[in-house]
């Protein structure tokens, strides 16, 4: 397969990335390097032990513990969070969770520039992006802003081992398709289709790997790799159908962001299929398949993830109003955006059904 060389632009972003089992313990000499000398400590109610371990560790350098991250990050815990970074008077945070805790350190340092570190503990990859969210009046805003990118990066698979089994097959399926929208990126490179390939092949290698007790370590560590990678091209370039329907499904529906993800994907991936065939086929060789769409849903089903919209609890009328909003709001796709197609795709999706290219 020929890489294309047409054109174009790769500018990476500035983010130190330490990886490996135990490199927890490095982190007070990382706040260190970072000229910081207060470090608050973000996570969930449910990552509090976690959050006091770290708080330990980091002795002299920990000001203190804050256990609000809330998924979507509501702008009252932003505000909370920034008032109590500010009483502590830190002058770094250290984000240890998924997404909702690094999205929160993201909404401090949106207003302060206070640096990140994040220390990711599932796999949906907010660690390796200047990407922000927050959610006012039940309406969540997305904005792009370089002083939200963490500025280090602890992947210690010790941490992400904990993550349960459901949730550790959606967080990677989640993961996989920022990789897989991004090799059919409109502003995609060489290098992002290189670390998009690799992080499919590394992220489904460890998906199934979880399942064998003894070689889970490993395939834990394939995971973390793989978030590492496909978080990387979720922060470099721009991703396509596939993560707008999961936005408009996730704001207006309240469905979970990764389970809607893992049911999403095959089905935008056979909508996008004809018009990306390039990207197709590398998804396709990534998890050693010909057809890359049934490929994954095929691998979700195998993990025993949900398959259909409908489990998730959403309702049949409200699939024309979720291919209304799709349609309202028109962004860049490599096919056109076609009602009748985009509908039968939601249904197929709601039903569960396998994906079909039309
Ligand atoms: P999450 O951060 O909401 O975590 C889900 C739950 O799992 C939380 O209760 C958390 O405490 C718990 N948890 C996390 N790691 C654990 C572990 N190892 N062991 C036990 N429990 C653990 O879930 P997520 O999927 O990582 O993040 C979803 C959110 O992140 C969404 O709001 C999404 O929009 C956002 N996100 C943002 C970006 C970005 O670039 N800005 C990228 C991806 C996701």
Not at 25 to 34: N, Q, T
Not at 72 to 89: D, K, M, N, Q, Y
Not at 168 to 189: C, K, P, Q, T, W
Not at 300 to 312: I, S
Request: glycine residues 10%; hydrophobic residues 45%.
């Amino acid at each position: 397969m020929e890489v294309d060389l047409t054109q174009f632009t790769y500018a990476a972003h500035a983010a130190r990335v330490i990886f490996g089992r135990g490199c927890l313990s490095s982190l007070p000499a990382e706040v260190e390097a970072l000229g910081a000398r207060r470090a608050i400590v973000l996570c969930t109610p449910m990552q509090r032990a976690e959050g006091e371990r770290i708080v330990d560790l980091l002795g002299p350098f920990g000001a203190g513990l804050h256990d609000g991250a809330q998924m979507h990050v509501p702008i009252e815990s932003a505000r909370e969070a920034r008032a109590v970074a500010a009483r502590l008077g830190a002058d770094c945070a250290v984000a240890i969770g998924g997404g909702s805790t690094i999205g929160l350190g993201k909404a401090i340092a949106l207003e302060s520039a206070l640096p990140i570190i994040a220390v990711p503990t599932t796999y949906a990859g907010s660690e390796m992006t200047p990407i922000y969210g927050m959610t006012e009046n039940g309406l969540k805003t997305t904005g792009k802003d370089s002083r939200v990118l963490p500025r280090t990066v602890l992947y210690d698979p010790d941490l992400a081992d904990s993550l349960p089994l459901p949730l550790s097959f959606v967080s990677g399926m989640n993961a996989i398709a920022h990789a897989a929208e991004g090799l059919y990126a409109r502003d995609g490179n060489p290098v992002m289709s290189l670390m998009a390939e690799e992080g499919i092949r590394a992220m489904a290698s460890g998906l199934k790997g979880l399942a064998d007790p003894a070689g889970m370590k490993n395939a834990r560590t394939q995971c973390l790799y793989g978030a590492w990678l496909c978080g990387t091209v979720l922060g470099h370039v721009g991703m396509a159908l596939h993560h707008k329907l999961c936005h408009t499904l996730g704001g207006s529906f309240n469905l979970p962001h990764a389970e809607t993800h893992t049911i999403i994907l095959p089905h935008a991936l056979a909508y996008n299929a004809c018009a990306a065939p390039d990207a197709l086929a590398r998804i396709g060789r990534a998890i050693d398949t010909e057809d890359a769409p049934r490929g994954l849903y095929d691998l979700a089903g195998a993990l025993g993830a949900p398959m259909a919209l409908r489990d998730l609890g959403m309702k049949e009328g409200d699939l024309e109003r979720a291919c209304h909003i799709a349609l309202s709001n028109p962004y860049w796709n490599p096919r056109p955006l076609e009602a009748e197609a985009l509908q039968a795709l939601l249904r197929r999706a709601w039903e569960g059904a396998p994906p079909e290219r039309d």
